[in-house]
């Protein structure tokens, strides 16, 4: 794989972009709206350091790996998230004399 990803320069570049893009935008990102030049600064800086982890890649370090791993973590925590929050649901449609029962 790693092999392929170096013989392939453009397509792990566009993979390893879109990859740090969803990090950020799902982890670090604001919840204001930037500017628009902003924001295309941004994603500019984003590009050249997807460029150095391209770099990386071709050097035989597993950066599209480790991000892939990264953003499965991610995907885990939301669906706990998830699953939680309609526990949670669940327990307060609940009727009150149900509740007092239990206890």
Not at 9 to 31: D, E, G, M, S, T
Not at 47 to 56: D, E, M, Q, W, Y
Not at 57 to 83: E, H
């Amino acid at each position: 794989m790693q092999d392929w990803f170096s013989h392939h320069p453009y397509i792990a570049f566009v993979i390893i972009f879109v990859l740090v893009a969803y990090v950020y935008n799902k982890v670090f990102r604001a919840q204001q709206k930037l500017p628009l030049w902003k924001e295309a600064i941004l994603y500019v800086l984003m590009a050249i350091g997807s460029f150095l982890l391209l770099i990386f890649q071709i050097d035989k370090l597993p950066i599209i790996q480790c991000l892939l791993v990264a953003v499965c973590l991610m995907l885990m925590v939301r669906i706990r998230y998830f699953v939680e929050a309609r526990q949670k649901k669940k327990q307060n449609k609940v009727p009150p004399a149900e509740k007092a029962g239990r206890l």
